[in-house]
Antibody, heavy 121, light 107 residues
Framework: QVQLVQSGSELKKPGASVKVSCKASGYDFTTYAMNWVRQAPGQGLEWMGWINTNTGNPTYAQGFTGRFVFSLDTSVRTAYLQITSLKTDDTAVYYC??????????????WGQGTLVTVSS | SYEVTQPPSVSVSPGQTAKITCSGDSLPKQYGYWYQQKPGRAPVLVIFKDTERPSGIPERLSGSSSGTTVTLTISGVQAEDEADYYCHSTDSNGSWIFGGGTRLTVL
């Protein structure tokens, strides 16, 4: 079945960098775009942008330019989110979420399990 | 920028019907989706393209659309329905939009 598995929780100091991975299985990786969504503690869902898994071209939402980088390694069916110059405000759960589609005629919207990134000195 | 708006909270007694609305100017042109999120878990799609229910979602959850509003209706609410529900749509460029979320409390 379609599945997205993310890397484990991270504890980082302010100013450091982090790279979160999202490994896909169960479908043709390059057929569907991959989105990234942030959820700060106790807050709602915030769309960060998406990456075209066919071309590798990223699109960043407002507020997620500069320190945020989406990338791919199609050979291992994995999408990555890198955040540089981490700030305490970056503390959040980060989700990868594949574009919605149909599987056996029924709608699906696969999400990873989430990766908690904690930024603290 | 395009926004969708939903109430922050809805409370209902077990067995009653809960309705969560979501309003946005582009909803007549763009589909609405609903996600259910329970504590510590990733969001789960419960309504697709305004009205379709994914496999495994109980029939008591349904979606409807009228003008600039989409509605999630949960009939015969059960304790297990207590969760945060997020309205989701896209703008004309395909950018994802989320509402602020509605906390459904089962009294």
């Amino acid at each position: 079945q379609v599945q997205l598995v993310q890397s484990g929780s991270e504890l980082k100091k302010p100013g450091a960098s982090v790279k979160v991975s999202c490994k896909a299985s169960g479908y043709d990786f390059t057929t569907y775009a991959m989105n990234w969504v942030r959820q700060a503690p106790g807050q709602g869902l915030e769309w960060m942008g998406w990456i075209n898994t066919n071309t590798g071209n990223p699109t960043y939402a407002q507020g997620f330019t500069g320190r945020f980088v989406f990338s791919l390694d199609t050979s291992v069916r994995t999408a990555y989110l890198q955040i540089t110059s981490l700030k305490t405000d970056d503390t959040a759960v980060y989700y990868c979420a594949r574009d919605k589609g149909l599987s056996s005629g029924r709608p699906i919207s696969p999400w990873g399990q989430g990766t908690l990134v904690t930024v603290s000195s | 920028s395009y926004e969708v708006t939903q109430p922050p909270s809805v409370s209902v007694s077990p067995g009653q019907t809960a309705k969560i609305t979501c309003s946005g100017d582009s909803l007549p042109k763009q589909y609405g989706y609903w996600y259910q999120q329970k504590p510590g878990r990733a969001p789960v799609l419960v309504i697709f393209k305004d009205t379709e229910r994914p496999s495994g979602i109980p029939e008591r959850l349904s979606g409807s659309s009228s003008g600039t509003t989409v509605t999630l209706t949960i009939s015969g609410v059960q304790a297990e329905d207590e969760a945060d529900y997020y309205c989701h749509s896209t703008d004309s460029n395909g950018s994802w939009i989320f509402g602020g979320g509605t906390r459904l409390t089962v009294l």
